[in-house]
């Protein structure tokens, strides 16, 4: 079977048939229900395009993700891509690299792609790709995170709360000069959530605690310089908190360069638990982001709201701090009183 007996049963040209397959214009409503109808009727189903006219549905989703060799992102899209296959459904990953004109050719392409639903893990998604979104009208959500001003919804952990926690362990093991290093400075939903418990943590304690911010963009290169920068001002913090597992592991390398021991000397914590967090030595104490149950909590409620709205605007799993080698008790300056043993 092929696009002439389409063509033949429905009646029109070849041409005709192509351009209803391609869901071009210039095709009158008419002409367009007797190829659907025909290509119905017969079967015709040469690839997914004409499969998806027939059924109203691509079993498609698009995922929009600022830069996915981040182990985080890289983490959960491989659980995504596992989870959705398994229910029918593929995985379109669009890797915008922080372009605000990459994301708009995307979501362009997924468009035309007829893409079932949209799984946004961007939280810094400029106003117009929002307001395509809105106006396309498909079923998205956004997943481990947020975006402000947004009636997006959201599957994620309670980023305030998990913050506040891992930085209250600190301060109970003794720690009170702590780095806490954080990503981009922007109205970053997930940033301004984390950055506000620690500081609830740190200002409302019964000790006296010293902090200092410093922003990066969260790759381990940024956490390696903004570590590097610290320790070159003579700055030595007891505890380095770092929004991001590839931000810690980054700070970590450096202290080793030059010449701390981890945790003896400094200790060093995380946010999301991805693998990397699992391979680095010592391994990394980190507050754990459930990926399998994010990924499946998201692909599930995508799957069964598409052509619909998800009501539930926020839709919170749990988290845990993983205490691992990274983090130690502080012993009164015990690592750092023989400061001349450091090399530089």
């Known amino acids: 079977m092929n696009i002439n ?95 605000p004109e ?92 984390r950055l506000a418990g620690f500081l609830e943590a740190v200002q409302h304690s019964s000790e006296e605690i010293t902090y200092k911010i410093a922003y990066g963009d969260y790759t381990m290169e940024s956490g390696y310089e903004i570590m590097k920068k610290t320790l070159e001002n003579k700055k030595y913090p007891t505890a380095v908190f770092a929004i991001s597992d590839d931000l810690a592991v980054g700070a970590m390398n450096c202290l080793l360069d030059y010449g701390f021991q981890i945790p003896k000397d400094i200790s060093v914590v995380g946010f999301d638990a991805s693998k990397i967090s699992i391979v680095c030595r010592p391994r990394l104490t980190t507050v754990e982001q459930p990926i399998e149950l994010l990924a499946k909590t998201g692909i599930e409620k995508l799957i069964a709201n598409i052509g619909s709205s998800i009501k539930e605007k926020k839709t919170y799993v749990p988290y845990q701090l993983l205490i691992r080698e990274s983090c130690a008790r502080f012993k009164g300056g015990e690592g750092l009183s023989n400061l001349e043993r450091i090399r530089h």
Not at 187 to 192: I, K, Q, R, S, V
Request: charge should be neutral; aromatic fraction near 8%; include cysteine.
């Open 5 to 99: 007996d389409v063509a033949q049963k429905s009646g029109v040209s070849k041409t005709t048939v192509s351009r209803v397959l391609n869901n071009e214009k210039y095709v009158s409503d008419e002409k367009r229900e007797k190829v659907l109808s025909a290509i119905k009727e017969l079967g015709y189903a040469p690839n997914w395009v004409a499969r998806s006219l027939v059924t109203k549905k691509t079993n498609l989703i698009g995922v929009i993700v600022p830069e996915v060799d981040l182990s985080f992102y890289y983490s959960i899209i491989s659980e995504m891509e596992r989870i959705a296959f398994e229910r029918g459904y593929k995985l379109f990953i669009c890797n915008t690299l922080h372009r």
């Open 102 to 193: 990459k994301e708009i050719e995307y979501l362009s392409l997924l468009k035309e792609m007829r893409v079932d639903g949209l799984i946004l893990m961007h939280e810094e998604m400029s106003e117009q790709s929002i307001k395509e979104i809105k106006k396309w009208g498909i079923t998205s959500l956004f997943l481990s995170g947020e975006i402000l001003n947004s009636d997006i919804p959201s599957v994620l952990i309670d980023n305030y709360a998990a913050s506040k926690a891992m930085t209250e362990y600190l301060i109970q093991l003794g720690h009170k000069k702590i780095q806490f290093i954080a990503g981009n400075e922007s109205e970053h939903a997930t940033l301004n959530s």
